[in-house]
């Protein structure tokens, strides 16, 4: 009999990768939903793992401090150390894997045992330790007598995502050593922000929904004036990265080095359909991605050169929503704020309620007879601020379903087919008016149309990786002037709804941005 040949470095990492792949599913399959959803658990497949990990910046020599911040089963440490194996033979790693769910500590006590005995056979010295408890108290020195850890050359993550109620303690505690945070995801990545070292370096995978909103507005402040983003990578479908589980949100992957410089340099964008695609990879101008004179500090990802045209066909647009006399707000009557006016059915001294439901086909169906939410509220002094007068008004839902094939949708609701009565409108729609009051319904109509088109369905994808359209978003996109929109709804008619085809075909008619970027696309 022959010596078993002893295995390469290669092999060894790989079979440490596919142990701790083994232990993550195993683990995500024996989690109960509503636990899951409490501690907001999205466990990090090998893939994505192994991507994170080729985004750090491991130093040939010297000892390396990484965090692992919700470690979950362990994948990226797994991740990290196996790239170590490959690449550093030479290399002395710190690990501290930070979990707070105590269900999980024997299997990720179990892969950080086996990154320390697969990182030996090859040479490299790994130190683990398992941080129990909150991650959010740890980082910020848990009680008056600790002091908070000793900062980090590297922090991995794919942080728990879970809104925060205002008077939630994770939100103090984050607000009064970093930022204001209204996400669980947010405050581990601000938190792990303050844990690094100068020069440190942060790659994380999160929700995109970060990147522009009102309610990430402080945070996103937080991390552009301390970080400096190198790398962004989005994967195109909602599905692929936690497939096995209801995400609504479009994911981003990205890198970011701790810094104390003003000066912006260029940083890399990729976009991928899954795991095994080759990305698209470009380089682009720092105040490209965060314009230097957004207040919002909005955080722009174009994949590709078809993203930066929309974006410049966008930037031509002659009118902010001031310049039309209008103006966008959140619907008024929230309805658990207001149950005792609600009615399920029309019926004398009510008005119509219009929730998402009653939106359909770029027209206002209402009543929805049998729906499972109110049709009408009463008029009383009482919801007298919770009316829109007779008017016409466009429409937009708040959020899109995943199904949905557009990021806006937008409905007419016009005057003449309720004539002479007062609307309600739910929280759950954004209300287009003109301060407080109607439009001219060739106005309303050609909003609409232009809400509706593809060419803008682009843009709000381009920067908006979440299903949840704000009136904020609404109101820091450009406009057609009013006389394109006017003219546009004009061309509508009478007649019923466009399709998406004579939609785009319209827009394209009226609209002379885009007739530009039409022009601009034959020439090229």
């Given at each position: 009999m022959?010596a078993?040949e002893p295995?390469?470095?290669?092999e060894?990492?790989g079979?440490?990768v596919?142990?701790?792949?083994?232990r993550?599913?195993q683990?995500?399959?024996?989690?109960d939903p509503?636990?899951?959803?409490s501690?907001?658990?999205?466990f990090t497949p090998?893939?994505?793992?192994?991507f994170?990990?080729a985004l750090?910046?491991?130093p040939?020599?010297g000892?390396?401090r990484?965090l692992?911040?919700?470690a979950?089963?362990?994948?990226?440490?797994?991740?990290?150390?196996?790239?170590?194996?490959?690449e550093?033979?030479?290399a002395?790693?710190?690990l501290?894997?930070?979990?707070?769910?105590?269900s999980?500590?024997?299997v990720?006590?179990d892969?950080?045992?086996d990154c320390?005995?697969?990182?030996?056979?090859?040479?490299?010295?790994?130190?683990t330790?398992?941080q129990?408890?909150s991650?959010?108290?740890?980082a910020?020195?848990?009680s008056l007598?600790d002091?908070?850890p000793?900062?980090?050359?590297l922090?991995?993550?794919?942080?728990p995502?879970k809104?925060?109620?205002?008077?939630?303690s994770?939100r103090?505690?984050?607000?009064?050593h970093?930022?204001?945070v209204s996400?669980?995801?947010?405050?581990?990545?601000?938190?792990s922000?303050?844990?690094?070292?100068?020069g440190?370096?942060l790659?994380?995978?999160?929700?995109?929904?970060?990147?522009n909103?009102?309610?990430?507005r402080?945070?996103?402040?937080?991390l552009?004036?301390?970080?400096?983003?190198d790398?962004?990578?989005?994967?195109?479908?909602r599905s692929?990265?936690?497939?096995d589980a209801d995400?609504?949100?479009?994911?981003?992957i990205?890198?970011?080095?701790r810094t104390a410089?003003?000066?912006r340099?260029p940083?890399?964008i990729?976009t991928?359909?899954?795991?095994?695609?080759?990305?698209r990879v470009?380089?682009?101008?720092?105040?490209?991605?965060?314009?230097?004179s957004?207040?919002?500090q909005f955080i722009?990802i174009s994949?590709?050169?078809g993203d930066?045209?929309t974006a410049?066909m966008?930037?031509?647009?002659p009118?902010q929503?001031v310049?039309?006399g209008l103006?966008v707000?959140?619907?008024?009557?929230?309805?658990?704020r207001?149950k005792?006016?609600l009615?399920m059915?029309?019926?004398?001294?009510?008005?119509p309620?219009?929730?998402?439901?009653h939106?359909?086909g770029g027209r206002?169906i209402w009543?929805v007879?049998?729906?499972?939410?109110?049709?009408a509220?009463?008029?009383?002094?009482a919801t007298?601020k919770?009316?829109?007068p007779?008017?016409?008004?466009?429409?937009?839902?708040?959020?899109s379903?995943?199904?949905?094939p557009?990021?806006v949708?937008?409905?007419?609701?016009e005057?003449?087919d309720?004539?002479?009565m007062?609307?309600?409108?739910?929280n759950?729609?954004?209300?287009?008016h003109?301060?407080?009051?109607g439009?001219?319904?060739?106005l309303?109509?050609?909003?609409?149309?232009?809400?509706?088109s593809?060419?803008?369905d682009?843009?709000i994808r381009r920067f908006?990786?979440?299903?949840?359209?704000?009136?904020t978003?609404?109101?820091n996109?450009?406009?057609?002037?009013?006389?394109?929109l006017?003219?546009l709804?004009s061309?509508?008619?009478g007649?019923?709804?466009?399709?998406?085809?004579?939609?785009d075909?319209l827009?394209?008619q009226?609209?002379?941005a885009?007739?530009t970027?039409?022009?601009?696309?034959t020439t090229a």
């Amino acid at each position: 009999m022959t010596a078993e040949e002893p295995a390469t470095t290669c092999e060894v990492a790989g079979r440490l990768v596919d142990r701790t792949e083994a232990r993550r599913q195993q683990s995500s399959a024996g989690l109960d939903p509503d636990r899951r959803a409490s501690l907001g658990q999205y466990f990090t497949p090998s893939q994505v793992a192994d991507f994170i990990a080729a985004l750090a910046n491991l130093p040939e020599l010297g000892c390396i401090r990484v965090l692992d911040p919700g470690a979950g089963a362990g994948s990226l440490s797994a991740s990290i150390v196996a790239r170590l194996i490959k690449e550093r033979p030479h290399a002395s790693v710190t690990l501290v894997a930070c979990e707070l769910d105590e269900s999980l500590h024997p299997v990720l006590a179990d892969t950080l045992r086996d990154c320390r005995e697969s990182a030996a056979k090859a040479g490299v010295k790994v130190e683990t330790v398992l941080q129990p408890g909150s991650f959010i108290d740890w980082a910020a020195g848990g009680s008056l007598l600790d002091t908070a850890p000793e900062p980090f050359d590297l922090v991995v993550t794919n942080p728990p995502y879970k809104k925060l109620r205002k008077n939630a303690s994770e939100r103090s505690v984050v607000a009064s050593h970093a930022s204001d945070v209204s996400n669980l995801y947010t405050a581990f990545l601000a938190m792990s922000v303050n844990l690094l070292k100068p020069g440190g370096q942060l790659v994380a995978i999160t929700p995109r929904s970060f990147a522009n909103g009102p309610y990430f507005r402080s945070f996103r402040q937080f991390l552009l004036d301390r970080m400096h983003l190198d790398r962004l990578h989005v994967f195109e479908s909602r599905s692929t990265v936690f497939g096995d589980a209801d995400v609504l949100q479009e994911n981003v992957i990205f890198s970011a080095t701790r810094t104390a410089s003003i000066e912006r340099g260029p940083l890399t964008i990729s976009t991928s359909a899954g795991y095994d695609d080759v990305p698209r990879v470009r380089t682009a101008p720092y105040t490209e991605v965060v314009h230097p004179s957004d207040p919002e500090q909005f955080i722009h990802i174009s994949g590709d050169d078809g993203d930066r045209e929309t974006a410049a066909m966008l930037a031509r647009l002659p009118a902010q929503l001031v310049d039309l006399g209008l103006k966008v707000s959140t619907g008024r009557v929230v309805d658990f704020r207001a149950k005792e006016h609600l009615r399920m059915d029309p019926e004398p001294g009510t008005v119509p309620l219009i929730y998402p439901l009653h939106m359909r086909g770029g027209r206002i169906i209402w009543p929805v007879p049998g729906a499972r939410k109110p049709n009408a509220i009463v008029s009383t002094e009482a919801t007298s601020k919770l009316m829109f007068p007779s008017g016409n008004y466009a429409v937009v839902k708040r959020m899109s379903s995943k199904e949905e094939p557009r990021r806006v949708v937008a409905s007419v609701f016009e005057s003449e087919d309720y004539p002479g009565m007062e609307i309600g409108f739910e929280n759950h729609v954004n209300v287009f008016h003109a301060n407080g009051v109607g439009m001219p319904v060739d106005l309303a109509r050609g909003l609409c149309l232009w809400l509706n088109s593809t060419v803008l369905d682009g843009f709000i994808r381009r920067f908006n990786g979440h299903t949840q359209i704000n009136a904020t978003d609404l109101r820091n996109l450009r406009y057609p002037s009013v006389a394109e929109l006017t003219a546009l709804g004009s061309s509508l008619g009478g007649g019923s709804w466009p399709d998406q085809e004579k939609i785009d075909n319209l827009v394209l008619q009226h609209v002379s941005a885009c007739q530009t970027q039409e022009g601009d696309d034959t020439t090229a």
